[in-house]
């Protein structure tokens, strides 16, 4: 049910300041989605560090290769609540940060800026 048309859509809902009540439904809709592990996304917390169980070394298939794409996607500078949603999303599933930092182009370095 939550393909990745269907979590642009609602990143994109979470990022139009004029929608209102639609954003902030839409914004826990995507707090609860890449953090709990019901919904298949986000991989059970037993199993946060390491790789999925009869995954290759590496390799992020199903619901966590979605949510990997979909971090990926995220407008984290641009847009407070893609920040707070990807940051809620790294600290629930870490074993995801290594491969998210790898896949964007900015530069982890600290920078004085107030966004980061």
Known sequence: MFGDVTLEQ??????????????EVAYGMLMSLCTNPTHGLCPESASAWGPPPGA???????????LLQF???????KVVQHREIL???TL?????????????????????????
């Open 92 to 116: 629930a599933t870490p074993r995801l940060v290594a491969a998210y930092l790898d896949s964007v182009p900015f530069s982890v370095e600290p920078q004085p800026a107030p966004v980061w």
């Open 10 to 23: 609602l990143a994109q809902i979470v990022a139009d300041d004029q929608l209102g009540d639609s954003k």
């Open 71 to 77: 971090m990926r996607r995220l407008q984290a500078i």
């Open 56 to 66: 290759k070394t590496g390799a992020f298939g199903g619901g966590q290769g979605r």
């Open 87 to 89: 940051l809620a999303t």
